[in-house]
């Protein structure tokens, strides 16, 4: 196919919507190397509106290396991302636009709250030794630029934790003899942790960027005031079909060194979030103490703006750098595997409504016997 007939026909089904038609003629052409920007964005916009983003975001990054100055190549790969949930590569790109193009992305330069979101959970233990754990948390996103966004947050956590410890104090009444075993008795600790979290992303191109995040807790545990202090970061690669990470953490727990590398990966193979598929992996050296954690997962939408996601974890240690250090507290107990059931259904045109249910395993710190927990968790999110 010559350049003259692609670009007669691929305007024309352009002008009718025939966007079947248009794909076989544009494949065509390029498959004869007939390659031009208006080509490429008639393309785009095909997949645009048959919910293909990944493909659409393909063919505008094409017309944008030709074309440096086109405003609707980049406000189209500004919506693409964040029809994809890649806002901050969507900012990226609504800087390449004309101003009236990028207030139509929703995104603006400057941006105190561009985002918010809260939550609590209960979880309900298979033991007596523990009661419910209560966990509550509040967060806010900000846009500091087209390039750089910040997000913090606070969080509690409470559950109390029964021991039963060697009584060291006993002493026999006088005349009688010790007892055949040393006597016990059960301690009641309070834990309560309390914590800040930030998270600073800084977008390099529409491909790239590089993160950093602190951990800043308090814990409060049977009158012992201990701090938790935890540096994070990492890379993300965002390609059309999905995105890769790699992230490290480095801080001190309870007195001890902590290390953590991890990496991540998400992949949606239909080009839209009609179904993905993600893993996150991490090896941790903590104290001395050397474990790992995996987390892989599915998710899909039933219905537009509704989400649901599927998870398993399984390891020997706690994975901080999951979600790049976005949930944090210190598990008393050791982990062992848990599954998880998530949900979000729309409020509105900015708001969702999320829903988890977590179903855990757990080996206790004084005995090392297993005990089960259900936890359900209930939440708000905001968007701009």
Same mark, same amino acid.
């Given at each position: 196919?010559?350049?003259?007939?692609?670009?007669?026909?691929?305007?024309?089904?352009?002008?009718?919507?025939?966007?079947?038609?248009?794909?076989?003629?544009?494949?065509?052409?390029?498959?004869?190397?007939?390659?031009?920007?208006?080509?490429?964005?008639?393309?785009?916009?095909?997949?645009?509106?048959?919910?293909?983003?990944?493909?659409?975001?393909?063919?505008?990054?094409?017309?944008?290396?030709?074309?440096?100055?086109?405003?609707?190549?980049?406000?189209?790969?500004?919506?693409?991302?964040?029809?994809?949930?890649?806002?901050?590569?969507?900012?990226?790109?609504?800087?390449?636009?004309?101003?009236?193009?990028?207030?139509?992305?929703?995104?603006?330069?400057?941006?105190?709250?561009?985002?918010?979101?809260?939550?609590?959970?209960?979880?309900?233990?298979?033991?007596?030794?523990?009661?419910?754990?209560?966990?509550?948390?509040?967060?806010?996103?900000?846009?500091?630029?087209?390039?750089?966004?910040?997000?913090?947050?606070?969080?509690?956590?409470?559950?109390?934790?029964?021991?039963?410890?060697?009584?060291?104090?006993?002493?026999?009444?006088?005349?009688?003899?010790?007892?055949?075993?040393?006597?016990?008795?059960?301690?009641?600790?309070?834990?309560?942790?309390?914590?800040?979290?930030?998270?600073?992303?800084? =977008?390099?191109? %529409?491909? /790239?960027? #590089?993160?950093? !995040? *602190? @951990?800043?807790?308090?814990?409060?545990?049977?009158?012992?005031?201990?701090?938790?202090?935890?540096?994070?970061?990492?890379?993300?690669?965002?390609?059309?079909?999905?995105?890769?990470?790699?992230?490290?953490?480095?801080?001190?727990?309870?007195?001890?060194?902590?290390? =953590?590398?991890? %990496?991540? /990966?998400? #992949?949606?193979? !239909? *080009? @839209?979030?009609?179904?993905?598929?993600?893993?996150?992996?991490?090896?941790?050296?903590?104290?001395?103490?050397?474990?790992?954690?995996?987390?892989?997962?599915?998710?899909?939408?039933?219905?537009?703006?509704?989400?649901?996601?599927?998870?398993?974890?399984?390891?020997?240690?706690?994975?901080?750098?999951?979600?790049?250090?976005?949930?944090?507290?210190?598990?008393?107990?050791?982990?062992?595997?848990?599954?998880?059931?998530?949900?979000?259904?729309?409020?509105?045109?900015?708001?969702?409504?999320?829903?988890?249910?977590?179903?855990?395993?757990?080996?206790?710190?004084?005995?090392?016997?297993?005990?089960?927990?259900?936890?359900?968790?209930?939440?708000?999110?905001?968007?701009?």
């Amino acid at each position: 196919m010559d350049y003259r007939t692609a670009d007669s026909l691929t305007w024309k089904y352009y002008l009718a919507g025939e966007w079947a038609k248009l794909d076989s003629a544009g494949d065509l052409a390029l498959g004869d190397h007939v390659d031009y920007p208006y080509l490429r964005m008639r393309l785009g916009y095909s997949a645009f509106v048959n919910g293909n983003y990944s493909r659409s975001l393909l063919h505008y990054e094409k017309a944008l290396k030709e074309d440096k100055g086109n405003s609707f190549a980049a406000y189209y790969l500004a919506q693409n991302n964040r029809n994809l949930g890649r806002d901050d590569e969507a900012a990226f790109y609504a800087s390449r636009t004309d101003d009236s193009l990028a207030r139509k992305t929703g995104l603006r330069k400057y941006d105190l709250s561009r985002s918010a979101d809260g939550e609590m959970s209960v979880g309900f233990p298979s033991v007596a030794t523990r009661s419910d754990a209560v966990y509550a948390r509040f967060g806010f996103g900000t846009q500091i630029g087209w390039r750089l966004s910040m997000y913090n947050s606070v969080d509690v956590f409470r559950q109390d934790f029964t021991s039963t410890l060697v009584d060291t104090a006993f002493r026999p009444p006088p005349g009688f003899p010790p007892p055949p075993h040393p006597p016990v008795k059960q301690v009641v600790e309070a834990v309560r942790q309390y914590r800040y979290y930030t998270k600073w992303n800084y =977008q390099l191109n %529409g491909h /790239f960027s #590089v993160w950093a !995040s *602190g @951990n800043f807790s308090k814990q409060s545990d049977a009158g012992t005031i201990s701090h938790f202090y935890i540096g994070m970061g990492g890379v993300n690669y965002a390609f059309a079909y999905g995105s890769i990470s790699g992230e490290s953490a480095y801080g001190k727990l309870e007195g001890n060194t902590f290390t =953590q590398y991890g %990496g991540s /990966f998400v #992949v949606y193979p !239909s *080009g @839209n979030l009609g179904w993905y598929v993600f893993m996150h992996g991490a090896l941790t050296n903590d104290g001395g103490r050397t474990g790992y954690d995996v987390t892989p997962g599915f998710g899909f939408s039933p219905g537009k703006k509704i989400w649901m996601e599927a998870r398993v974890n399984f390891g020997n240690s706690q994975s901080y750098l999951s979600g790049e250090g976005y949930y944090f507290y210190r598990l008393i107990d050791q982990p062992v595997w848990s599954g998880t059931l998530s949900a979000g259904f729309p409020l509105g045109n900015n708001v969702q409504l999320m829903v988890h249910y977590n179903y855990s395993q757990s080996a206790q710190k004084d005995n090392n016997s297993n005990y089960y927990q259900n936890t359900i968790t209930g939440g708000l999110s905001w968007k701009r």
